[in-house]
């Protein structure tokens, strides 16, 4: 934090209000009563400054939405600008009973504001007729005071900043039922035990408001930095999974083939790999029906072929003992021509 305990004492942090007003609950925060005023530990408020601030951060950092409330007089200009900073949503006219706790139907009535600021923006609302349009100007005037801050109200908020405790009693116990954590600015006439993160401070002066106000717009802006650095990943968008590319490299890694194999051998892997994993499955698929016909051909002309080799070798049987019978007839052919 850019805040010291100085800064804090400066500002009037320290004044709480007169003891007959106090609040028992508050008193581990109090240090003394002076003049019939309670004198806030601006130690104690340092440090629990400090952690509501890293808590402040840590939602903003998420990604999620805090809620600054601070509808009374001093607290409504510093809480406009820390929103117009952080483009926070915010409330400083009126809290309305059930903002939090009946969300569904406030965000019904949002919705219809919207829709008639899109009708006065494109000149629609001036072409209806006179009571009409008038009606819904009177409706809208209502509106405004009510949805001022809320217009970029994503659903429920993550937190809420609040400035003065006691005076925005129903917004923390709407807060305290839905179990959201609340950061606010504790005077002495308020119950801390309410509070997620409390601040014990001025809550009546406008410049101890901006003092702290300050410290939360720095929490804010951080946590922004932080959510940026690091965005949240989306459930819309499916990652692309990209195939490494070996091949075109510049700066190849030295690689040492061990004993028996040779580059060739990489090459023909390298050739299978590059012509797709697509055209496997097919060779494969073609080669089986040829694998499996081949023993049915070959099956069928084996009991054909033992007859003919049996009639080649009957055949050749009673052709030797010819040959010799012809052998044997020359001699005897030699009486008769002698």
């Given at each position: 934090?850019?805040?010291?305990v ?41 440090d ?13 950092s998420?990604?999620?939405?805090v ?20 483009n ?15 969300h ?7 919705a219809?504001y ?6 006065e ?23 405004h ?52 993160h ?15 106000v300050?410290v939360i ?122």
């Open positions: 934090m850019n805040v010291t100085k800064d804090l004492l400066d500002a009037g942090v320290h004044f709480g209000h007169q003891v007959r007003r106090w609040n028992p609950k508050s008193k581990p925060y109090v240090y003394d009563n002076r003049h019939g005023i309670s004198i806030i530990d601006l130690e104690k408020t340092y629990l400054l400090e952690k509501a601030a890293h808590a402040v951060e840590e939602v903003v998420h990604g999620k939405q809620l600054l409330v601070g509808t009374k007089r001093q607290a409504q200009e510093p809480v406009r600008e820390l929103a117009a900073a952080t926070m949503p915010f409330c400083v006219n009126r809290w309305m009973g059930g903002t939090l706790t009946n569904e139907t406030v965000s019904t009535s949002l219809k919207k829709k008639f600021l899109r009708m923006d494109d000149g629609s609302l001036d072409k209806l007729p006179g009571k009409e349009s008038a009606a819904i100007r009177r409706q809208m005037s209502r509106m005071r009510n949805f001022e801050g809320l217009l970029n109200l994503q659903g429920l908020p993550s937190a809420l900043f609040v400035i003065d405790s006691y005076n925005e009693s129903i917004a923390i116990a709407e807060a305290n039922r839905l179990k959201i954590p609340v950061i606010a600015l504790v005077d002495s006439n308020s119950d801390p035990s309410l509070i997620t409390p601040i014990p401070g001025n809550d009546d002066s406008t410049k101890s408001i901006r003092i702290i300050d717009l720095d929490a804010i802006q951080s946590g922004a930095s932080r959510r940026v650095e690091a965005p949240t990943r989306r459930k819309d968008i499916t990652p692309i999974a990209q195939e490494p590319d070996f091949v075109d490299q510049e700066d190849e890694p030295e690689v040492t083939l061990p004993e028996g194999y040779e580059e060739s051998d990489f090459d023909e892997r390298k050739k299978s790999f590059d012509s797709g994993p697509n055209q496997e499955p097919e060779a494969t698929v073609a080669a089986e029906p040829e694998a499996t016909a081949e023993p049915e051909a070959a099956a069928e002309p084996e009991p054909e072929a033992e007859p003919e080799a049996e009639a080649e070798k009957g055949e050749e049987a009673p052709t030797e003992p010819q040959g010799e019978n012809t052998e044997g007839d020359t001699p005897a052919e030699d009486p008769v021509k002698a």
